[in-house]
Structures are given as C-alpha cells and as structure tokens.
C-alpha cells in the first residue's frame, strides 16, 4: 500500500518558491494600486471641473468648486456662490459634493487654493475678474515615482499630464 502526499522537503521547496514570488510581485502591485487611485481621483476632479463649468454655462451665473475642510485632499464641493466671496456660505446651493479615492496628497497652487470659480461664458475667472489658472497635483506614494497633474489654462479648460511632482510639493 501506497501512502500519497507531500514530504516536508516538497512542501519547504513550494513554500520557499511561492514566498519568492510574492516578495516580487507585491511592489508592483502596490505600485499599480497606487496609480489606480490616482487616476480615479483625478478622473473625478476632471469630472467636478468640467460639471462646474457646465453648470455655470447653463445657469448663466458664477459657479465655484471649493475644498472641503480647506484642502482639496479632502474632496470638494460644487455649489452656486450667491455672494461671489469664493467659499461655501449658509445658504448657497450645493450642487455635488465629491470625495476623491484615498490619495497620498493633492497639492495645488496659489490661483487655485482656495477656489476653482467660473463665470456664464464658461471662463475661470478670479472674484476680482481676472483669468484663473493653474495646477491641481496629485502625488505619488512612492518618491520618484510619476504623479498627475490637472492643469487649467486661462480659459478655464482643463487638460492632464502625468509628470514628476517636486518633492517640496508632496509631504513624506
């Protein structure tokens, strides 16, 4: 009679081969989970952006996107600005409200900080009436590795790039 199963040596050897294996594979895999959720945060960035400006077309008035909490990291809110001051008032009509994947970081510069406002002709526009641009980047977890950056021109139309984001701009 035959018994059947594994030795203790097979067993160590697929043991050993399977732990080698994953010791190659989980980075890259984190790596592309990491990238996942930065496409899908800024997919729904463009998305609010462009809902923004649709919005503000459509309505013939001043439509703004501003930061929850102060800080685009934590997802935004769309919303019509009665008072044109630029934020979230008592009162105003929310619109959308998004909260993006869990991104290591997003930084934007000093046009946009506190607000992405456009007006009737679907136009980014300042509160004081002068063209808004800038750059909304999304950083990586991983140093080095490329981030993504929404980029809205004096216009107000928003294009994406996937570049590297400096180092100053993204918190270790």
């Known amino acids: 009679m035959r018994c ?3 030795t203790l040596i097979e067993i160590m050897v697929a043991i050993a081969v399977l732990a080698i294996l994953l010791s ?3 980075p890259a895999f984190g790596s592309l989970i990491d990238n996942q959720r930065m496409d899908s945060s800024v997919n729904s960035l463009l998305r609010s952006i462009n809902q923004t400006r649709t919005e503000a077309t459509r309505r013939n008035r001043h439509v703004t996107m501003a930061p929850l909490s102060g800080d685009w990291s934590n ?3 769309i919303f019509i ?3 044109n001051n630029g934020a ?3 009162g105003e009509t929310v619109l959308h409200e998004e909260q993006p994947a869990r991104v290591h970081h997003v930084h934007v510069n000093s046009p946009l900080a506190s607000y992405l ?3 009737a002709q679907g136009e980014s526009e300042l509160l004081n009436g002068g063209f808004q641009s800038g750059t909304f980047s999304f950083c990586p ?3 080095g590795a490329k981030g993504r950056q929404v980029i809205i021109n004096r216009i107000g139309r928003a294009r ?3 570049a590297e984001i400096p180092a100053g701009n993204c918190p270790s």
Do not use: H, M, P, T
Request: proline share 0%; aromatic share 12%; no cysteine.
């Open 81 to 83: 600005d009665a008072n």
């Open 4 to 6: 059947r199963g594994f």
């Open 24 to 26: 190659i594979g989980l």
């Open 75 to 77: 997802g935004w809110s």
């Open 88 to 90: 979230l008032d008592v």
């Open 117 to 119: 406002r456009y007006n």
């Open 141 to 143: 977890n991983e140093a």
């Open 160 to 162: 994406l790039q996937a």
